[in-house]
């Protein structure tokens, strides 16, 4: 099995149960420490493993039938009259290939088959840290919305008791009152189905980390920003998956190059038999020129030429259908990702201006908000102009929490895309390395609040 490929740093299991299991105790847990529990514990990484040891195994099979097997054999009884078969009391039997065409074929079969099941499980353990991944941004970004949207309701509230005030004051209209209450409203049912999407996100990672526990928390600032000079090009080499899928084929082809081999080649096999016959069987009686020898030993090579066989001939017409569609079918993956890899490219440029155009309108209204305050501190000095309020101010306020909302959810979709791209480029769990590499060895992998 591909044991060898590198792991993240790991962090106590039992510890993390532990926290998981406190009442009343949310458990955090860093990014690259998610990744790395996602890997340990994903059954689909597992399975992966399985794959890849019967791979091992069947190299194994195919290569050790030149290796002679050894057989022991005894039988006891008593026959009266003629002898009906010989009476051995024990037997040792040895036999092996020695030759046989179509056997090399399925040797390199079953090792193409070797690196086609190392080159899913890499693709595999990309697939799992990028599900994990695309999980904790996920939450990460359920919690920072949540974050956003509190402060955001408590800015409506301010305001629907500031129209209440003014309304009371003759100052504002009911349809003042009515409309601010409603943003209220608007914003509570936003809260709670934002409570709802983080319970249902920190399920799923949860069960993707394989650990217990009502609810877990992110850790932002352990969340790494991806390098535009990371980021693989339109025109990368095959992804794992990909590359698997032409091992495969290729395991198919030799297997099948084999099978249409089988007749009109000779095949040589290996036998040496060693006998000890029985005393009690009158056998020196009927055969009375064994002279009290009753040890037998034949050693001996068979050569067999298949000349017709119809069914092997079918076998090797199946083989050959069974290799033509994996190799099409590997081409198709090929042609997929390609179109997918160049969809993801576009698409992450234009997530990039969209990230950068929600970042100037955060920046706009912050700033506009600040000119705000300023004017409310200070006062216009205009009687006759337009005086602001602390009604404008939480208008203000409100604008600027759906600004960075929208920034949030620009940079969601962004980091979306770039960890897509690198698993499809086959550089996700390299990139994932360096990053725990390059983390502060003092940076705890979990912790718990109240």
Same mark, same amino acid.
């Given at each position: ?29 860093? +990014? ?33 039938? #030149? ?10 009884? =008593?026959? =009266? ?8 009391? +024990? ?7 020695? #030759?046989?065409?179509?056997?090399? &074929? =399925? ?47 408590? #800015? ?22 009515? @409309? ?22 920190? &399920? ?33 080499? &095959? ?30 096999? +290996? ?8 005393? +009690?069987?009158? =056998? ?23 000349? %017709? ?7 090797? @017409? ?25 969809? @993801? ?17 955060? &920046? ?47 940079? %969601?979709?962004? @980091? ?35």
């Amino acid at each position: 099995m591909n044991r060898g490929m590198s792991r993240f740093p790991s962090i106590p299991l039992a510890l993390v149960s532990l926290c998981l299991a406190c009442a009343n105790v949310h458990a955090q847990i860093s +990014f690259t420490s998610a990744i790395d529990l996602a890997l340990r514990n994903s059954p689909r990484v597992k399975m992966a493993e399985a794959e890849v040891a019967r791979a091992h195994a069947a190299l194994a099979q195919a290569q050790d039938v #030149y290796i002679p097997s050894l057989m022991a054999s005894s039988g006891l009884g =008593y026959s =009266y009259g003629y002898p009906l078969g010989t009476p051995t009391i +024990f037997s040792f039997q040895a036999q092996s290939l020695v #030759y046989n065409n179509s056997q090399h &074929d =399925y040797i390199r079969a079953a090792r193409a088959g070797l690196e086609a099941t190392n080159l899913s499980l890499k693709d595999v353990r990309q697939q799992v840290a990028e599900d994990a991944a695309i999980a904790y941004l996920e939450l990460s970004h359920a919690e920072e919305r949540k974050s956003a949207m509190d402060q955001e309701a408590g #800015y409506a509230a301010r305001l629907a008791a500031i129209v209440q005030e003014r309304l009371d004051a003759g100052q504002d209209s009911a349809m003042e009152l009515t @409309r601010a209450r409603r943003t209220l409203v608007q914003i509570k049912l936003q809260q709670l189905q934002m409570d709802d999407e983080i319970a249902a996100q920190s &399920d799923h990672l949860l069960r993707l980390l394989g650990l217990p526990g009502p609810q877990i928390d992110t850790i932002p600032g352990s969340i790494p920003s991806i390098p535009v000079a990371a980021m693989p090009g339109t025109s990368e080499p &095959d992804s794992p998956g990909v590359l698997a899928a032409l091992a495969t084929a290729k395991s198919r082809r030799e297997q099948a190059f084999g099978d249409t081999r089988y007749t009109w080649r000779p095949q040589i096999s +290996f036998a040496a038999q060693y006998s000890r016959f029985s005393t +009690f069987n009158n =056998y020196q009686l009927y055969y009375p020129a064994i002279n009290n020898n009753f040890n037998a030993v034949g050693i001996g090579i068979q050569i067999q030429m298949p000349l %017709f066989d119809a069914v092997h001939k079918a076998k090797a @017409r199946e083989s050959l259908a069974i290799a033509e569609s994996s190799e099409q079918d590997a081409l198709y993956a090929r042609q997929q990702e390609a179109e997918g890899r160049i969809k @993801r490219q576009h698409s992450a440029s234009e997530l990039r201006l969209r990230l950068e155009l929600a970042g100037l309108d955060n &920046d706009l209204a912050r700033q506009q908000l600040d000119a705000l305050l300023i004017q409310l501190n200070a006062g216009t000095g205009n009687s006759s102009g337009p005086q602001m309020t602390p009604k404008d101010e939480q208008n203000a306020r409100i604008q600027e929490r759906q600004k960075y909302l929208d920034l949030l959810d620009s940079e %969601f979709q962004l @980091r979306q895309i770039e960890i897509g791209l690198l698993r499809q480029s086959g550089q996700l769990e390299a990139w994932l390395k360096s990053v725990a590499t390059a983390a502060p060895a003092s940076d705890p992998a979990s912790s718990a609040k109240p």
